[in-house]
């Protein structure tokens, strides 16, 4: 099976421009996950789908960034304005259901500027 | 919030040699999963652990749950350079995956 699919893989911006990241995950897999990698760290949880409901969003910075999954499938992440501390990997993930291993993606490294 | 910690940041062993992580958790957990991280790479799930005391492995990978669901290890026989990376542990309490931050496991040949 395909795994989970994001685009685009690098991403530099200068700060306070708009970004934007797109996710498919694998088919069947209702839940999908974006994360935020900072450098040395744990992956931490931005946002947790449960088919096109966002059913956990509590640690997504909601002023700057949101979030969509139309018709529980593809996902996109955006950010605007995007600030310094935003550089990081995003993660996006997806597992059948909650009690399942997440499969991630490549994820998208953004650097900003 | 539930904080899960691991140990040590980061070890450096000889090829052949034996590694172990450690995970420990701030309340109780109703599963425990493990990934690896190749450098440059993204997390790849191992395995997943649900049962109080479980013990599973997979080859050189011994995993384990403790008793009161707090805590876990990974234990690796007979290192290979093709361990390197980073292991992560995430548990479950409540209705979030959390990731600890991970051990960096280097290996000499």
């Known amino acids: 099976e395909a795994g989970v699919v994001q685009s685009p893989r690098y991403k530099i911006i200068e700060k306070k421009q708009p970004v934007a990241f797109w996710c498919n995950p694998i088919?069947?897999?209702?839940?999908l996950y974006w994360y935020r990698q900072n450098l040395g760290q744990g992956p931490e949880l931005l946002i947790r789908?449960?088919?096109?409901?966002?059913?956990?969003d509590s640690q997504l910075p909601k002023d700057r960034f949101s979030a969509e999954r139309l018709k529980g499938v593809d996902s996109t992440l955006k950010i605007q304005p995007a600030e310094l501390g935003d550089s990081a990997v995003y993660l996006c993930?997806?597992?059948?259901?909650?009690?399942?291993?997440?499969?991630f993606g490549s994820g998208t490294r953004l650097t900003v500027v | 919030g539930q904080q899960v910690m691991q140990i040590p940041q980061y070890q450096h062993v000889q090829e052949g040699e034996d590694f172990t992580t450690y995970c420990n958790s701030s309340?109780?957990?109703?599963?425990i999963q493990w990934y690896k991280q190749r450098p440059g790479g993204h997390p790849v799930f191992l395995i997943q652990?649900?049962?109080?005391?479980e013990v599973k492995k997979q080859k050189r990978l011994t995993f384990q749950f403790g008793e009161a669901k707090k805590n876990s290890s990974l234990h690796i026989t007979a290192t290979q350079t093709t361990d390197v990376g980073t292991y992560f542990c995430?548990?479950?309490?409540?209705?979030?995956?959390?990731f600890g931050a991970g051990t960096i496991l280097r290996v000499k040949s």
């Open positions: 993930a997806s597992s059948r259901n909650r009690g399942y291993g997440y499969t």
């Open positions: 088919s069947g897999h209702n839940t």
């Open positions: 789908y449960e088919n096109e409901e966002a059913v956990d």
């Open positions: 309340t109780t957990l109703s599963n």
């Open positions: 652990l649900v049962k109080s005391g």
């Open positions: 995430a548990g479950i309490g409540g209705n979030k995956l959390v």
